[in-house]
Each structure stands twice: as C-alpha cells, then as structure tokens.
C-alpha cells in the first residue's frame, strides 16, 4: 500500500540552452513592471546577467540589481537586498546565480510581498505569504534550489538557520545550460557532488513524506549525474553533460524538496558556517563518513541506488557489500575530482570537532531525517573519521 503524501514544486519550468538571453519573453508577464534582480559580484562582473537584464527591459520591466550577495548570505546581506526592493517598488524578483543568490531572492520576494516577521518564518511550514512573483535563474548544477521551498541564512557568525514552505516555491525556474559552461573544474565538482548528496539524502529520508515520486526523481538525478560530472569536470564547455548536470540537480532538488535531507547536510553546515567552506565541499567532506554510520540501518535503501551512480559497480544480491562498495565510490570519485577529502585539508583544525559536533545537534529539522538516529557524540566520532 502507497502512504499518503504531499508533492510540491516549481510551477513552470523552461530547459533550453540560451534561454536566459529570452528572459524578458519568458518572465515579464509574470514579474509586472519592475524587478529587482539578484546576483553576486562576480557573475555581475563576468557579465552573465547582461542578456536577461536587456531582455527583461526591452520587454518594458524596469530591473534593479542587487549584486552584493555572497556565499553562506548572511542575514544582513538579505535585509539589504529587501530594502533595495523596497525603495525601487519593486513588482518581482529574479534570482540570478548560484544557491546562496537564489536563496536570498526567495526571502527577499517573501519579506516584500507579505511584510512578515523573518523571525516568525523561520523554521518549517512557519512562512505564511504571500510573496512577490519570483524567477530563479541557476547558474550552478548543485542545489536544486530553483525547485526547493527552502531558503539558508547564516545568522549571526556561524549560526545557519533556514525556512522551509511551499510559499517560497518560484513561479519559473529558467534551466540555461550555458550559464555554467564556464564554471571553474572545483565549483562544477563541488556543485555535483552536492546535488548527488540531495539524491541520496532523500531516497533514504527517514521523513514520513518520502514518497515514490521523490524516489523516483532521485534515482534519475543519480543517473545523470553520475553519468556526467567527470566529463562536466575535465570539459567545462561541454553544453551536453553541462545540460545533464543542471537537469540531475534540478531532479535532486525535487526530490528534497519533498523528502527532506538528513546527516549529511546537518553535519555540513558548521564547517560552511564557521570555516566558510563552500556547501556542496562541506557535504563531500562528510559524506561518506554518514552514510557508514547509516550503513547498519539504510544499507539496503543504498544498495538499491549504487547502480543508478555507478553502473560500472560490481553486482552482488548482498546489500551489505554492494552499499559498501557504494560509499567507496563515491569517496573514490570525490578524489578523482580533485576535491579535499579530509576535514584538516581545508584547514578545519582537531580542536574544532567537539564545538562542531554540538553546533551540528541545532539542526534538529534535517537530523530527524536520517536514517538512523544521531547523536552528539555519534555526530563528534563522524568529524574524527573525516579529519
């Protein structure tokens, strides 16, 4: 018998090579007279906005540009943004770049349209709307977060917090392969291998609305991408394995959109938020620790997409060795991408562990996915193996 459950996701979604340059065909309708755009500082300055930025005014939208975004945006960074909307009155909002871009253009589309307080919004299900028209526009094959309802903020110093409902859901995501043929060979592997970590987390979600449909969205994203991230790596023009890339991180986003990630995700985040790592690295880091921690409790559910990863893996009827094998693989082809493989090699020192470990233990709405339970000091033995 099939649970029930709930599937939400981006309403409108347009794949094609180029499509950022018709933005303005694709998107004015729906963002009304005036846009504020959000980006980082070096997409502004590498010029990839510029096509959408001149379709979106030929077709009559008046565009402002928030170009201050960083990684791990920080709360100031979106209060900032928001004003830059307020004072232009803005009638919607584009989000242009990478996770953290997009990030921010969702709470700042939510706070401009409802006026909320972001205090009350924080958490699950707590954002209430509604918002203004929202257009996400990726650049990066990794989060997903064109087709997520949640939105992270690093408040304070280290501390991440996130808000996650349907409010924030975008009216188009805009999938332009071109935009991330230019990616460096580390941003394109880091960006990957976190968008496998989204499949992977949610197929084996412990979250009671984990559903066939997620599985299935998971298990195709892990198809193209792992069909594809070497060749995204080594040939950052190929538009092909590029196209494939965006479109298994999208399908990864889905995916953990609706049943959510776990461990890996949890434990990732102090090392983003206190050592300023990227995100979809701070996964890699951990990975393969977690999921030997699950392995006594999800080793089946990972049996179950080793080949979906790696078709190449040898086959076995044992679950136990084939999601041995599994994990293998996949620290295997962190390696083989040239990522750092161990805490101490992005300069994280030993004395860090145990604040991490406890930091780790805030992130109660993502650990209560994971397979099995963790705790502080499960969470402390899971840095000491990645160090």
């Known amino acids: ?43 502004r ?12 005014e030929a077709a009559g939208v008046a565009v402002t540009v928030f170009d201050a975004v960083e990684a791990d945006p920080s709360l100031t960074t979106l209060v900032a943004a928001t004003e830059a909307g307020r ?32 205090d009350e919004a924080w958490g699950v299900a707590n954002a209430k709307g509604p918002r203004l028209p929202l257009v996400l526009v990726p650049t990066t094959a990794g989060t997903g977060s064109e087709v997520t309802p949640v ?9 991440k ?16 392969a071109e935009l991330t043929t230019g990616l460096p060979a580390a941003i394109t592997a880091a960006t990957g291998v976190d968008a496998m970590v989204h499949a992977i987390e949610a197929y084996a979600s412990r979250s009671a609305n984990n559903n066939p449909m997620s599985k299935f ?66 996964n890699a880091l951990v990975l393969p620790h977690v999921l030997r921690f699950n392995a006594p409790d999800a080793a089946p559910l990972y049996a179950e997409i080793a080949h979906d990863a790696f078709p190449q893996l040898e086959r ?21 991408l040239g990522m750092q493989t161990r805490l101490r090699d992005v300069g994280i020192p030993e004395t860090a562990l ?10 109660q709405r993502l650990l209560v996915n994971n397979p099995r339970d963790v705790s502080e000091a499960d969470a402390l033995n899971i840095y000491r193996q990645a160090w």
């Not at 069909?227 to 092909?240: C, K, L, R």
């Not at 999208?250 to 300023?276: D, E, K, W």
Request: hydrophobic content about 50%; proline content about 4%.
């Open 45 to 56: 300055k590498l010029g990839l906005c510029d096509l959408g930025i001149a379709s979106l």
């Open 161 to 176: 917090r996130g808000v996650s409902s349907p409010v924030i859901l975008p009216d188009i995501a805009v999938l332009d």
């Open 354 to 363: 145990e604040k991490m470990a406890a930091d780790a233990m805030l992130q």
């Open 316 to 336: 076995s009827n044992n679950a136990d060795r084939l999601c041995t094998v599994f994990i293998d693989a996949l620290a295997d082809l962190s390696a083989r």
């Open 217 to 282: 969205l998971a298990r195709e994203a892990l198809r193209l991408l792992g069909a594809n991230i070497e060749t995204a790596v080594s040939n950052s023009a190929d538009v092909a394995a590029r196209g494939a890339m965006l479109l298994g991180s999208m399908l990864a986003g889905q995916a953990f959109a609706n049943s959510p990630v776990a461990a890996v995700h949890a434990l990732a985040y102090p090392i983003g938020g206190t050592f300023h790592v990227p995100h979809g690295l701070s």
């Open 151 to 159: 939105s992270i903020i690093t408040v304070g110093e280290e501390e």
């Open 1 to 43: 018998m099939i649970e029930p459950f709930s599937f939400s996701t981006t309403k409108s979604l347009v794949f094609r090579p180029g499509a950022a340059a018709d933005l303005g065909t694709i998107a004015a309708g729906t963002l009304g007279t005036r846009c504020l755009l959000v980006t980082d500082p070096g997409l």
């Open 87 to 118: 004072e232009a009155g803005v009638t919607g909002v584009v989000g242009f770049g990478g996770g953290s871009s997009l990030d921010v253009a969702k709470l700042a589309a939510l706070l401009l349209g409802s006026g909320e307080d972001l």
